[in-house]
């Protein structure tokens, strides 16, 4: 049995980044966008206010395989020429002047803007969205792919009634321009990089909040989903007010909007004043302690600052998006959880961080192509280092100059030391070297500075110096994160010797989760405590008791899946899945019924679900066997636009491509597959 893995993903993106033109500074844009879901089409019309600070004969945007009707520069014809990326505008420009260019067009977007569920007969389930960063708007608005170019972007979104429409600035109006049809109007007052342009379109409530410096925060949720409002969004205005207390600076936008949508990309994506993130964080309030937004929450918010308002000229300074936007979360979580979350969370991180240098893997902040562990863990504790060295107030007066002075333009990693330099009255080279451009990974620095802030950290060190675990360790007074840490030390001896099963009963219940999942097997004597986490608060410890109780005690297993068969588990329906498989498997259970849960469980492999819930689905019928609807299914999912589940799809096609009964079977269903799907599949065949 495959348990299920966790993608942890806060939105990481290739290094690509278009090409700045110094002579021109595009200042505004109006812009009107109709995306068609019956085409995939989006028709639109932008006018751009540019001005011209040297004479140039050239301006060019960057906008890919867009048709173009309608080119004028003031009131005269433009003349252009056109690649498949980008518009290049020829005429005598003027140094000093300032020009508006208006174009009409219409794009086709194979990224960056995504259509769901228009598709299908489900009622309700509709949604456009759009993801920049990585994938360039430009796809759907002539724009500008390097950061550098900061506009004032007005959107203008004409949606299908009744949907509701989500973007970047205030809403100013919505007017109606037919019976089905309606134009919605959003205002920005401040510029920002074309990759943080954003909006959603779909069926949606809102709870409206106001942060204590007075800025409208609006949560977004499905109409069904108004009882997971409190535990999705639990504790938002605290991360807001703490934030802005925190960094010093006012929130720079005139509102902050977060909007769920299926199947995103990545955990979440801090567009101006516009955070669009997964709805597999849409939870309910027993899912909190397993999964929850809060994280995602404070990451995405700290970006509003630490990205949006200031941003990285090129990949070299992504250390100023990402690591601050870790290391601001993770002060949120310390103002919402206390010191033990914070310096615990950091003790993790440096393991990671301290393996991957020590087996000549680690990586420079200031390196481009740096993976995501680099960028936000190291990143993060670049800055505590920081902090730690230069004082508290040294640094929070260096962060409130650096983002008062860089406001609304792009930075570099020097600008940033700068600052801090200047507040600290203090030459941070030594610092620099070692923390930035260095690929190793301090990690004696790094233990020295959680010893003298972390009392738990200096227990677990000398315990983890002993010869053996004691369980009467974890009676002693001690965060949770701790006695995991010391769990972890000690694994081998607390498998080997059967501890696990002394800690099912443990007061919490991170440590009673912990011991179910080391349980080799289960005794007849601790029986009743494995049970007894079947209605544990957390849906990944129920997941778990329920397969090794199913797998320790046979002759109950009609009881257990009596006891469970209500439960769905988290957003990717972890508890019901593997109910399913074990139902079939229990052949004295409901006999009836088996093809009717095998059908269910394949059902949730359709691309009307969530592709984390197809994924879980297709790990248990990989093993399982897959009918023809499954099979449909999985090669439906190999041209998926989430690259993970699409990966994992490609990976599962190949291993069933090389059993000739179901090489033959797939080529049977070809007839049934899209083009896309087709050709995808085609590559098998030449191979
Ligand atoms: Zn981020």
Not at 120 to 129: C, G, K, L, T
Not at 218 to 225: A, K, R, S, T
Not at 303 to 312: A, C, I, P, R, S
Not at 610 to 637: I, P
Request: proline share 4%.
């Amino acid at each position: 049995m495959r348990t299920v893995f966790a993608i942890i993903l806060l939105g990481f993106f290739g290094v690509s980044y278009g090409q700045h033109q110094d002579k021109v500074d595009f200042l505004h844009a109006e812009v009107t966008v109709e995306p068609l879901p019956d085409t995939g089409e989006v028709k639109g019309s932008v006018t751009y206010t540019f001005k011209v600070l040297k004479d140039v004969d050239s301006v060019f945007l960057d906008a890919h395989d867009m048709v173009f009707e309608k080119l004028r520069i003031g009131k005269r014809r433009a003349s252009f020429s056109q690649t498949r990326d980008r518009i290049v505008l020829f005429d005598r420009f003027k140094g000093g002047k300032t020009y508006r260019l208006s174009m009409d067009y219409t794009a086709r977007p194979k990224q960056t803007l995504y259509f769901l569920g228009w598709q299908d007969d489900v009622p309700d389930n509709e949604q456009i969205w759009t993801q920049g960063q990585g994938k360039y708007t430009s796809h759907w608005l002539p724009s500008f792919d390097a950061m550098e170019e900061k506009v004032e972007f007005d959107l203008n979104i004409i949606a299908r009634r009744p949907y509701e429409v989500v973007a970047n600035g205030a809403f100013r109006y919505r007017k109606a321009l037919s019976e089905s049809r309606s134009l919605w109007s959003f205002d920005m007052k401040d510029p920002m990089s074309s990759y943080l342009l954003a909006f959603v379109i779909g069926r949606y409530d809102r709870q409206e909040l106001r942060s204590r410096s007075g800025v409208p925060i609006i949560n977004y949720y499905y109409p069904h989903d108004s009882l997971k409002v409190e535990p999705t969004y639990r504790h938002t205005q605290r991360i807001f007010d703490f934030l802005e207390e925190e960094i010093g600076v006012a929130y720079p936008w005139q509102n902050y909007k977060q909007v769920p949508v299926r199947d995103f990309l990545y955990a979440g994506m801090e567009n101006t004043g516009t955070t669009i993130f997964s709805d597999t964080y849409v939870i309910d309030s027993t899912a909190f302690v397993d999964k929850n937004y809060v994280n995602v929450n404070a990451h995405e918010l700290a970006h509003q600052w630490f990205g949006d308002l200031v941003t990285e000229k090129d990949g070299k300074h992504h250390w100023l998006h990402e690591g601050f936007a870790t290391y601001y979360a993770y002060l949120a979580e310390r103002h919402l959880f206390g010191d033990d979350h914070f310096y615990w969370k950091l003790f993790e991180t440096a393991q990671e961080l301290r393996q991957m240098s020590e087996a000549g893997r680690g990586q420079a902040l200031t390196d481009p192509k740096a993976s995501s562990l680099t960028f936000y863990e190291k990143g993060a504790w670049a800055l505590a280092i920081l902090r730690d060295r230069v004082g508290d107030a040294a640094y929070r007066k260096g962060v409130e100059a650096y983002l008062n002075k860089y406001r609304f333009k792009n930075v570099t990693v020097q600008n940033f030391i700068r600052e801090i330099e200047r507040s600290a009255q203090t030459d941070l080279s030594g610092y620099t070297d070692k923390w930035l451009s260095s690929t190793s990974f301090p990690w004696e620095e790094a233990k020295a500075f959680l010893l003298k802030n972390s009392p738990s950290v200096r227990l677990f060190f000398t315990k983890a110096g002993s010869d053996r675990f004691l369980l009467p360790w974890l009676r002693e007074a001690g965060p949770p994160a701790y006695k995991k840490a010391l769990i972890g030390a000690f694994e081998d001896q607390i498998v080997r010797e059967g501890q696990a099963l002394e800690m099912l009963g443990d007061p919490n219940w991170e440590i009673r989760q912990r011991a179910i999942q080391l349980v080799d097997s289960l005794p007849e004597a601790h029986r009743p405590q494995a049970e007894a986490l079947l209605a544990d608060k957390s849906y990944v410890t129920q997941e778990t008791a329920l397969y090794k109780l199913w797998s320790a005690f046979p002759e109950h297993r009609t009881a257990y899946l009596e006891r469970t068969k209500d439960i769905q588990g988290l957003p990717n329906k972890n508890v019901r899945l593997l109910w399913l498989t074990l139902a079939i498997f229990t052949q004295e259970y409901q006999p009836g019924r088996t093809q009717a849960y095998f059908n269910e469980l394949t059902g949730y492999t359709s691309p009307l679900h969530s592709w984390e819930v197809r994924l879980t689905a297709f790990q248990y019928l990989g093993e399982m066997g897959l009918d023809d609807t499954g099979l449909l299914n999985l090669m439906a999912a190999t041209v998926h636009h989430s690259w993970q589940f699409k990966k994992y799809a490609r990976n599962l096609v190949d291993q069933l491509w090389s059993d000739p009964a179901y090489k033959k079977r797939m080529e049977g269903l070809f007839k049934e597959l899209n083009q896309e799907e087709l050709r995808y599949m085609k590559t098998k065949t030449y191979n």
